[in-house]
């Protein structure tokens, strides 16, 4: 059985840096393509990050661009979310997921854990 477990979250203030871990079993963690995204309250899952399975690429939502950055530790099966600068518009629940697929479509993604929240204030 798969399971994705993210930790890290908490209340930071605006400008603060947060780091998201994202820990996987039940897969063969190395093939999987793992990503992050998020939701605020009444608005849609949005994709944060992602991290290519075959050679570590990363790509990111237009939003986080330039303030978090995405990696992996395969030996620990681990994935990583690094946030930096926060601002209020970044407070929602983050979800890690992983695909065997290219797309970054939400639809693409098998397997995702429960979400961890992060709530960001002045």
């Known amino acids: 059985q798969v399971q994705l477990v993210e930790s890290g979250g908490g209340s930071v203030q605006v400008g603060g840096s947060v780091r998201l871990s994202c820990a996987a079993s039940?897969?063969?963690?190395?093939?999987?393509?793992l990503g992050w995204f998020r939701q605020a309250p009444g608005k849609e899952r949005e994709f944060v990050a992602r991290?290519?399975?075959?050679?570590?690429?990363?790509d990111y939502g237009d939003s986080v661009k330039g303030r978090f950055t995405i990696s992996r530790e395969n030996a620990k099966n681990t994935v990583y979310l690094q946030m930096d600068s926060l601002k209020p518009e970044d407070t929602s629940v983050y979800y890690c997921?992983?695909?065997?697929?290219?797309?970054?479509?939400?639809?693409?993604?098998?397997?995702w854990g429960q979400g961890t929240q992060v709530t960001v204030s002045s």
């Open positions: 997921a992983a695909t065997k697929a290219f797309s970054r479509a939400q639809g693409s993604w098998q397997h």
């Open positions: 039940g897969l063969l963690f190395s093939t999987y393509t």
């Open positions: 991290i290519l399975w075959i050679n570590d690429g990363t």
